[in-house]
């Protein structure tokens, strides 16, 4: 767990897929809607060649966020993950958040993406419930998951993220959420066909809202992936208070 805000609390998840995740307190919020938008990168071996440029689209994404008409808000929760899942913040204002403080990548390990990706889900929706049910908030929610690779390690599967998230929109805890699959590739990768087709997969299977196929991880190309995921965060929040989420974007 990151050095927490004075603003902030831990918040701890139990029963099946266990997972904490930081957020700040409720009486230090000034706006009564929010989107919560989570970005989870992988950082296991297979990102090495391209893991500068991956950093650096992290951070473009939080400076476009900072400039949308809707930046008061947004809460950015912020995991990177191999084999385990490290959050590099929780859900906190764009005013408290310097993407330049982010720390240097060091790709290495495996890829738990069903675990991470359940935990950024699930984190969106135990907050999103405290905020809705406890102070009557409007929240809605946007996570994105990036990465080159298989499932390869883990506990949860797409089935446990599916009902997550189902239960979730069913009981009215959050009142749209968006899940983005992004995948890249390495160009030098000849596995490539095997991961696309593996991530398909899961996105049917955990009925995850889009599939982006990125394409190769080149500098252009995630330039273009940071405006594509800030266009579809300003997309998800003004779509607060509509009862559905926004329209998929073209990549």
Known sequence: MP???????????????????????????????????????????????????????????????????????????????????????????????????????????????YDASYDAIGATIDYSSRLVDDYEFDVNGAVYIITDGMNNRGNMTPKSIKDKVAGALAHEKIESLITVLVGLQDPQNSWATEVKVH??????????????DAGDATAGKLAK???????????QSQSLGTGAPSASLTF
């Open 3 to 113: 050095r927490l805000m004075d603003t902030e609390e831990v918040i701890q998840q139990t029963g099946p897929g266990a997972f904490q995740f930081s957020a700040v307190r409720v009486e230090h919020l000034g706006a009564s809607e929010y989107t919560l938008v989570t970005i989870v990168l992988d950082i296991s071996g297979s990102v090495y060649n391209f893991a500068d440029e991956l950093l650096k689209m992290v951070k473009t994404v939080v400076e476009a966020c900072k400039k949308s008409d809707r930046a008061e808000n947004l809460m950015i929760r912020y995991l990177t993950f191999n084999q385990n899942i490290m959050e590099m913040h929780g859900f906190r204002l764009l005013k408290d958040i310097d993407p330049n403080d982010y720390e240097e990548l060091r790709p290495d390990g495996y890829t738990a993406l």
């Open 199 to 212: 991530l398909e997969t899961f996105v049917s299977d955990a009925e995850l809202s889009q599939f982006v």
């Open 225 to 235: 992936l940071a405006n594509f995921v800030s266009q579809s965060v300003s997309s």
